[in-house]
Structures are given as C-alpha cells and as structure tokens.
C-alpha cells in the first residue's frame, strides 16, 4: 500500500497565498467561535522539540494542541533528551514520529527541519532553525497585520534591529513579498543588514521596492508597520559585538513623534531593551495582541496539516 504524502511546515514558501489566507480566515473563526474546534482534535498527540530555549512558540503551539482537545508531550531542552547521549536528530524524530500525530521542532542548525522532515512520518513544522527561517512567527504576524490593517497588500512595512540574525525577518520579508504593492524600509547597523541572498532571492527577484537606513526616524512619517527585533544574542561570535549593537535601537515616545496615528507596532518578542515599556499603553503597540494570536493561527495549521478541516 502506498503511503499517503505528509505535508510539512519548513518554510513560509510551503504555503501559497491562498493557503495562508485560508489559514488566517480559520484563525479569525476560531477566535469568533472557540467553542466550535474545541474538540477537532480528539485523540491527537502533538510533539514538541526544542533544541533551543522559547516561550511563545512552544507555549502557543501547546495551547493551540490543548484547546482543540488534543495532547502534548515533549522537550524543551535538549539537555533533558538523548540527544546528551549523542543520538542524531534523524534518529530522534524517526522515533518522536511513531509516538505523536504532529512535531514541532526547533533547532539552532539552519536546515534541521528538512533532515527531520525526511525521517520523520508524520508532519514536522519547523519552529525555528537557527538564524533561517521561522514560518510560524510569520503566520502570527500576518494574522496580526490582517486583522490590524484590514488588509496584507498597499503597505510600507519598517524594520528595524538585527535584520541579518533575525530569522522572523527573513520569513515575514519572503511572506509580505507576494502581496501587491508592499514596499520595505529595511532599517540596521551596517553590521546587521539584511543577507544578500534575501535582496537578491526575494527583494529583486519579486521586484520589490526596498530602502536600507540606518535611521529609526528618517522614514518613521511613511510607516504603517514598524516591526522592532531583538539584536540576537545567541548567533553572535563576538560577545564585546553583541554589547556595542544591542541597544543601538531604543523605540520610545520621541521616536514616534511623526508617526501615523494607525501605525501597528508589532515584535515578535522576546522584548530585551528595544522598546520602551513606555510604549505598551499606547494604542499603536500591538506585540501582545499579536502574540496572542499566535495560538490561533497554530490552531488553523493543526487542523490543516492533519487534515482535520
Ligand atoms: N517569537 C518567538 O519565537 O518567541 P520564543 O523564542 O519565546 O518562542
């Protein structure tokens, strides 16, 4: 018998637009209606590997499983796991496999989803692999820009922070470039700018209008999305680096002042100093909002990589 063909989440390009639409209205129905997917799951078990820390993503993706009436198990730290053992990752998730319906995993290699993906028997949706890609995090912010602005094409999109480290960059970029009429304002330290390859592979390639600066203010009056990031700590070799760059970008009540009054201000969080708790109370400031949607968007992609819609 042949087995059926398992679909995977490993990069946000897995996804058409109209899938991602799809998503994003079954995210939107599950927040109207909870009560309505709360037992979609029945039976299921999702696996959870993280081979690095997180919160929102492993908590979410938890949740998401939990409140659509399914089960959980699996590690946060890979310290706790046979990997300590020197077991492989391909001989992890061939196994992890037979013990759950669905697998999150999260690793520091670029590329580790795909090795996974290949043992694995059931799905795999990569949660994070290194400085690559992190296509759920996308997923949360499209549904965050969609139900903010009422719409993913006709906007100018800054951000802002460690555009060279910061995987959610690279997917949401790869994401928002296959809408109509998106234009970037790409804003870093010359020392974190935005890998060639994503100009080339996607700005270019999808002729996208783009402007690098290293100014938070220059294009600040232009914006309908700033999306702050955290200068990412764990990918620097250099720790005296890492102190020069980390708080080159503080976003506070004076960097606002030209701003549009219905700018989104989103982050994908973990905040550190990059935006100042001063600006929670604001009504721009939609990075809560938008990690809380999380957990829906999570719940849209259970249900369709296990076919359950
Ligand atoms: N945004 C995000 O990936 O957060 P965590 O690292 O806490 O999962």
Redesign the pocket.
């Known amino acids: 018998m042949r087995e059926k063909k398992k679909k995977n989440l490993i990069d946000i390009k897995d996804l058409s637009v109209k899938e991602i639409d799809d998503l994003i209205k079954v995210a939107n129905d599950i927040i109207e209606h909870k009560e309505k997917y709360s037992h979609k799951c029945d039976g299921k078990i999702l696996a959870t590997l993280f081979f690095?820390?997180?919160?929102?993503?492993?908590?979410?993706f938890e949740s998401a499983m939990l409140r659509l009436g399914g089960k959980v198990l699996g590690f946060s730290d890979s310290a706790s796991s046979s990997t300590t053992k020197g077991e492989t990752l391909a001989d992890t998730v061939c196994v992890v496999s037979g013990y759950a319906d669905i697998i999150v995993m999260?690793h520091p290699k670029e590329g580790a989803p795909v090795v996974a993906s290949k043992r694995s028997l059931v799905p795999i949706i990569n949660?994070?692999d290194g400085g690559h890609n992190?296509p759920?995090?996308t997923l949360?912010d499209l549904l965050t820009i969609s139900r903010e602005k009422g719409r993913l094409d006709n906007l100018t999109i800054g951000l802002c922070g460690d555009l060279k480290f910061g995987r959610?960059i690279h997917s949401l970029i790869t994401a928002m470039s296959r809408y109509k009429n998106i234009k970037f304002i790409l804003i870093s330290p010359d020392e974190l700018k935005l890998p060639e390859y994503v100009i080339t592979e996607v700005l270019e390639k999808n002729h996208i209008e783009y402007i690098e600066t290293n100014s938070m203010e220059e294009y600040m009056n232009e914006l309908d999305v700033l999306y702050m990031t955290r200068v990412q700590k764990e990918r620097f070799l250099n720790e005296a680096e890492y102190v020069r760059l980390k708080d080159y970008y503080i976003l506070d009540k004076s960097k606002l002042e030209t701003a549009k009054e219905d700018l989104c201000i989103l982050h994908?969080?973990?905040r550190v100093n990059e935006i100042s708790t001063e600006i929670d109370d604001d009504k721009r400031a939609k990075y809560f909002e938008q990690?809380y949607n999380?957990v829906y968007i999570r719940m849209a992609l259970i249900l369709k990589l296990l076919e359950v819609l």
Request: proline residues 14%; positive net charge; hydrophobic residues 20%.
């Open positions: 690095e820390p997180s919160t929102r993503t492993r908590l979410s999260r949660a994070g992190h759920t995090q949360t959610t994908p969080l973990p990690a999380g």
